[in-house]
Nanobody
């Protein structure tokens, strides 16, 4: 089992950049796939990006391609979500999740952090 703690959220202006971090504990992190989801007020949680355990393969939702980049540093047991050109519609709670394969995390069956709030003002 992996424990996850997100950080890096806050109140920002449209056009700003942010880097969210997801710190993991537990030996299994090295072989775990990681993903970011977000949930805007009144909306369902949606997939944002995922990365395999090697860090070589990533997936990004079409809605964020070109602005969001997922990465990981296995030595630090941390996954990141770099966000550029923030828009008000990016306002949401951002959650990271980890699991043994892509299907597990894409379906929401992995371990979850508590989330970090991102608010983008126009």
């Amino acid at each position: 089992q992996v424990q996850l703690v997100e950080s890096g959220g806050g109140l920002v202006q449209a056009g700003d950049s942010l880097r969210l971090s997801c710190a993991a504990s537990g030996r299994a992190f090295i072989k775990y796939y990681m993903a970011w989801f977000r949930q805007a007020p009144g909306q369902e949680r949606e997939f944002v990006a995922a990365i395999d355990w090697t860090g070589d393969n990533t997936e990004h939702a079409d809605s964020v391609k070109g602005r969001f980049t997922i990465s990981r540093d296995s030595a630090k047991k941390t996954a990141y979500l770099q966000i550029h050109s923030l828009k008000p519609e990016d306002t949401a709670v951002y959650y990271c999740t980890a699991g043994p394969n892509m299907a597990t995390i894409r379906r929401g069956f992995g371990s979850w952090g508590q989330g970090t709030h991102v608010t983008v003002s126009s």
